[in-house]
Nanobody, 116 residues
Framework: QVQLVESGGGLVQAGGSLRLSCAVS????????MGWYRQAPGKEREWVAG???????NYADSVKGRFTISRDNAKNTVYLDMNRLKPEDTAAYYC??????????WGQGTQVTVSS
């Protein structure tokens, strides 16, 4: 199996920063891509960022230039660095892995709340 555990969410003022972490365990050999999604209350889940096999980050237009996805292979951890946060960024953030064996795997989520 693949297990994902997010951490780092919290309450932050607009303009502030947070780093989200996603600890990966299990059959990590089966993972071919990872990313982050978010879901605001009453709204549809949306894709935020992804990281390719080569380590290149891809971003939704709404976060491009403000968010950075990265990974530390030695720590089996993926990060989402969020800068210049806006109230519109308020959401539950989910780490996602795509496994060739298990398909899409979701973490439990971590809440990010950005105050005005």
């Amino acid at each position: 199996q693949v297990q994902l555990v997010e951490s780092g969410g919290g309450l932050v003022q607009a303009g502030g920063s947070l780093r989200l972490s996603c600890a990966v365990s299990g059959s990590i050999f089966s993972i071919n891509t990872m990313g982050w999604y978010r879901q605001a209350p009453g709204k549809e889940r949306e894709w935020v960022a992804g990281i390719t096999i080569g380590g290149r980050g891809n971003y939704a237009d709404s976060v491009k230039g403000r968010f950075t996805i990265s990974r530390d292979n030695a720590k089996n951890t993926v990060y989402l660095d969020m800068n210049r946060l806006k109230p519109e960024d308020t959401a539950a953030y989910y780490c996602t892995a795509r496994s060739t064996v298990f398909g899409f795997v979701w973490g439990q989520g971590t809440q990010v709340t950005v105050s005005s």
